[in-house]
């Protein structure tokens, strides 16, 4: 038995997020994930309420249809039935702190911080959606500091997604990418993905990039050594340049664990700034003026080679933690600083922010 068309869905042709081929809403390939988590084909009887059905809906999948020869990939339903979907990765080296930076952003969405800016929060999927707020916002937010990213194997498959919206406007799906380092500095089909990337968040370890001597036992506890990262490079070698020298996705620079430095200036001045309300483009300016000149006069060019390549780019101090951890806990719990403002930032570029005002999203970035 097939499944009617979603309520109020349209039919429309999306890039598939793990192969990049494009895929459109077909019923005739649903599926569900049964108590073991395994993918079965969803069969729902058509004389159920439109209600019901929605509701089923919203934890379907759909297998895309490119998967022969290569590893089956599934899509939930709302992503192939809502506004255009825009992807969203995260990119550095292991140990980074992509994981917990991402964790606390999505921690905050569901707190409800996208309101000030007018954004309403839906998840994609319920169950991957509660399985990510258990797994990892639940467990960071307890203390407990999470395990590096694995590898990815053939795929990345986003790790959250998010319906957002304006109350005038359609739902957009927001995917989440975060790949392990390792996987970041592999040029085969697994990288790929990055081609029909919309955003992408570059993460600066401080550890690994400033020249600080009081960092330098900490440095020395962990085993790290200055230089630069080399995800970084490989993930803008692989973007196409439509023309001209600069990438055309929307990208973010965020100098992480920005509390191991929050004495130094700028630092000190940015992390105890509140969430920007209006003004976006000016506060966004200002604060990217700032971090890069701190990153060009302590770090060189490395580490603001996306600032360089990237047409619209910002830069932000922030900290997924607020402090470092102690033998895999967080003593005092954690306390993100600023975590959200660098999405913000990328969701404006892409024209999820109203853009109405003289100064407002449409130039951020530029």
């Known amino acids: 038995m097939t499944v009617p ?3 109020g869905a349209t039919a429309q042709e999306i890039l598939c997020p793990y192969c990049l081929e494009i895929i459109s809403y ?20 058509r004389r159920i309420s439109p209600l019901r059905l929605a509701d089923t ?3 379907a999948y759909q297998r895309c249809g490119n998967s022969e020869g290569q590893q089956a990939h599934y899509i939930p339903v709302p992503y192939l ?15 980074t702190g992509k994981t917990h930076l991402l964790t606390q952003m999505i921690a905050e969405i569901a707190d409800g911080g996208l309101k000030r800016y007018g954004l309403q929060m839906q998840s994609v ?5 509660q399985t990510f707020m258990t797994e ?80 330098d036992p900490l440095r020395g506890d ?11 490079q490989t993930v803008l070698d692989r973007l196409p340049r439509a023309g001209g020298q600069y990438l055309g996705v929307a990208a973010a620079v965020v100098v992480n664990k920005s509390d191991l430095v929050r004495f130094e200036p700028p630092v000190d001045r940015w992390l105890g700034e509140p969430p920007p309300e ?71 570029m892409c024209g999820l922010l109203d853009d109405g005002a003289e100064d407002g999203p449409a130039a951020v970035g530029l």
């Open 5 to 7: 068309m979603p309520p």
């Open 26 to 45: 077909d019923e005739q390939q649903l599926f569900a994930r049964n108590d073991k988590q395994l993918f079965e084909e969803l069969r729902v009887d």
């Open 57 to 59: 809906l919203r934890s």
């Open 81 to 95: 039935t809502n506004g255009s979907p825009l992807t969203v990765a995260m990119v550095g080296d292991s140990a």
């Open 125 to 129: 999927n319920p169950q991957d959606h």
């Open 136 to 215: 990892r916002v639940e467990r960071l937010r307890s203390g407990t500091m999470l395990e590096h990213t694995r590898s990815a194997g053939e795929f990345a498959a986003f790790v959250d997604a998010l319906l957002l919206s304006r109350p005038d406007g359609p739902a957009r799906p927001v995917a989440f990418f975060d790949l392990a380092g390792e996987d970041l500095r592999r040029t085969d089909a697994l990288t790929r993905f990055m081609v029909g990337v919309d955003a992408l968040i570059f993460v600066v370890d401080p550890l690994r990039a400033l020249p600080m001597p009081y960092l």
């Open 222 to 232: 962990l085993g790290y050594t200055r230089g630069g990262d080399p995800a970084f």
């Open 278 to 348: 209006r003004r976006l483009a000016e506060r966004f300016a200002a604060e990217s003026r700032d971090a890069y000149a701190f990153l060009r006069h302590h770090t060189g060019q490395a580490w603001v080679s996306p600032f360089d390549s990237v047409l619209r780019c910002t830069l932000h101090f922030a900290s997924a933690t607020g402090s470092h951890d102690h033998e895999g806990r967080f003593p005092h719990g954690t306390r993100p600083l600023r975590v959200l403002e660098p999405l913000v930032s990328v969701l404006a």
